[in-house]
């Protein structure tokens, strides 16, 4: 059975830096795409970032310079840095696996449960 189980999310004070793990079982994530995606509320999900089995990375323009994401394949985790958050990075984060990199949630056939992210003063 696969799971995928976010962690670090929390409240941050802008310009602050958080780390969320995405630590998966029942499969071997360094054959996998994973990709980091985010739901603000009213707002439809988006992908933020990816990693594909090749270790590309991909990321969306929002989040450029200042998001990181990398897998640490001995402990099956992706991880992904966020600095210098701002009020708009606030979201509920999902870690998703799927065959290839991709910005469309329906590419991805596994999903976490998330992760929230409260960036605020």
């Known amino acids: 059975q696969v799971q995928l189980v976010e962690s670090g999310g929390g409240l941050v004070q802008p310009g602050g830096s958080l780390r969320l793990s995405c630590a998966a079982s029942?499969?071997?994530?360094?054959?996998?795409?994973i990709a980091w995606f985010r739901q603000a509320p009213g707002k439809e999900r988006e992908g933020v970032s990816c990693?594909?089995?090749?270790?590309?990375?991909y990321y969306a323009e929002s989040v450029k310079g200042r998001f990181a994401i990398w897998r640490d394949n001995a402990k099956n985790t992706v991880y992904l840095q966020m600095n210098s958050l701002k009020p708009e990075d606030t979201a509920v984060y999902y870690c998703?696996?799927?065959?290839?990199?991709?910005?469309?949630?329906?590419?991805?056939?596994?999903w976490g449960q998330g992760t929230r992210v409260t960036v605020s003063s």
């Open positions: 998703a696996t799927g065959p290839g990199s991709s910005w469309d949630p329906t590419d991805y056939d596994y």
């Open positions: 029942g499969l071997t994530l360094d054959y996998y795409a």
């Open positions: 990693i594909d089995s090749s270790t590309n990375t």
